[in-house]
């Protein structure tokens, strides 16, 4: 199954899927609002703005999975997320990236290895996985990899090419 295909719902509850990002190149990413890493909301907003234009996205899944460093209610999580960093792009609904109840986003994302060739559960908060124009996934970074970094913008625009 390719992730386009797979129920999500909106940050507002509404069913939904990833469909409407069949052609454009996608990071996938596992966000929280009260862990250390979360001025990586910044670099995202900026990959979003530099990329948006040509066909990129950046999604992002809130989680509450580590340490529960997103407790906040739906609300609460696009209130932040809008007045702290000027999100942009698209939220879904909170969901598990591990464990047994984890998204079948996240089983199918999961199943790609990382530079090192580590495949498997997601780390912590700010993991993340590009996808190409057609729902292959072409990379998984680190959560400490900042979203600006080399490796990514490369892929990035490998992949818009």
Not at 88 to 115: C, M, R, W
């Amino acid at each position: 199954m390719e992730i386009y295909d797979i129920p999500v719902r909106t940050l507002a509850g509404e069913p939904g899927d990833l469909g409407a990002l069949r052609g454009k190149v996608a990071l996938v990413v596992n966000v929280a609002s009260r862990c250390g890493l979360t001025p990586q909301y910044a670099g995202l907003e900026r990959l979003q703005e530099k990329y948006g234009a040509e066909g990129f996205t950046v999604v992002g899944f809130p989680c509450n999975q580590f340490m529960g460093q997103e407790p906040g209610t739906s609300e609460e999580i696009a209130t932040f997320c809008s007045t702290t960093y000027g999100v942009s792009f698209p939220l879904f609904e909170k969901i598990e990236v591990n464990g047994p109840d984890q998204h079948p986003v996240y089983q199918e994302l999961t199943k790609h290895a990382d530079a090192d060739g580590t495949a498997g559960d997601v780390q912590w908060n700010f993991e993340k996985f590009l996808v190409s124009r057609d729902g292959q996934v072409l990379g998984r970074f680190r959560p400490r990899t900042e979203p600006e970094d080399a490796s990514i913008t490369e892929a990035i625009e490998g992949a818009l090419r």
